[in-house]
């Protein structure tokens, strides 16, 4: 009970800084100073005001000195960060693959989260988690493999190591593609470097799921954002050529996407692909 309580009380304080972090990597800003303060007054906000989701319940959703509003993604953040901490909890038990997992949860849904609101996907998340995808590989193989661990380990960091060169190589050439089609790159080099870094922890089975969910999801999105591009009200003017370019050019935020698939494959992606499979035998 304890465990449980803990993981989730450190998923809502996680979830606080994953904010912070989602709002200051992508502008350049430290993680660490100044203090964590009003994005328009500037007032450092107190003790009591850090308290994750319950402080912006208490304060409506505003800074109580200038009444600025505070978006709903600070809660949101770390109710989910709160969410899937539990999730990571109840999968794996107290051990060293729920702090791993939780480690992963962390930068998947603060990647997801700038990449749809900034259209960024810092290194300092990518890399580090791809560099953790690693470690957790050597880790798992050592511990489920009947081999000398130094050897389990390293066959394990070599499939993990594969599997993100490979799943990477397969969405530069998707990428190449594109722009060999439409001369304009459709992909960034963020989106690559995330999908390296979820084969390097899910494997190439679940991040094939993973690539197939967001491409769906993105696909979804990418229909609805046209259409209200192209919807005009009664009596308006004709699209104009201009107009059709932009609509042409929308931009969609891949990596939150791929960021929403690869924790659902986290969590559910073994359990979707033996169902998947079961209409193949």
């Keep these: 009970m304890i465990p449980a309580i803990f993981s989730i009380l450190s998923g809502l304080a996680f979830g606080s800084f994953l904010n912070v972090c989602i709002t200051r990597l992508p502008q350049g800003e430290s993680v660490v100073a100044p203090r964590s303060h009003c994005r328009r007054c500037g007032r450092v906000l107190t003790a009591g005001e850090n308290i994750p989701v319950f402080s912006w319940l208490f304060l409506g959703g505003r800074c109580r000195s200038c009444k600025a509003g505070i978006g709903w993604r600070y809660p949101a953040v770390e109710s989910a960060t709160c969410l899937l901490f539990g999730a990571c909890y109840w999968s794996y038990g107290w051990s060293w693959e729920t702090i791993a997992w939780a480690a992963f949860c962390f930068l ?76 304009r790159p459709g992909l960034g080099i963020g989106d690559v470097k995330m999908i390296a870094m979820l084969a390097a922890w899910l494997g190439l089975p679940r991040t094939a799921l993973t690539f197939v969910i967001a491409a769906l999801a993105g696909a979804a ?37 791929l960021g929403l698939a690869g924790l659902y494959s986290a969590f559910l992606g073994e359990w979707t692909l033996r169902w998947y499979m079961q209409f193949f035998r």
Excluded: C, N
């Design 221 to 257: 999105y990418g229909v609805l954002l046209v259409a209200r591009a192209w919807r005009k009200p009664l009596g308006a003017h004709p699209i104009s050529a201009g107009e059709r370019q932009s609509i042409a050019t929308l931009a969609i935020p891949f990596g939150a996407f």
């Design 108 to 183: 998947v849904l603060g990647l997801a989260v700038m990449d749809a609101e900034t259209m960024l996907l810092p290194d300092w998340f990518t890399l580090p988690g791809l560099a953790l995808g690693m470690v957790a590989a050597g880790l798992r193989g050592a511990g489920s493999i009947r081999a000398p661990q130094w050897r389990a380990a390293l066959l394990s960091v070599s499939f993990a190591l594969a599997s993100a060169i490979i799943a990477a190589g397969v969405l530069l050439l998707i990428s190449g593609v594109y722009w060999w089609i439409r001369h």
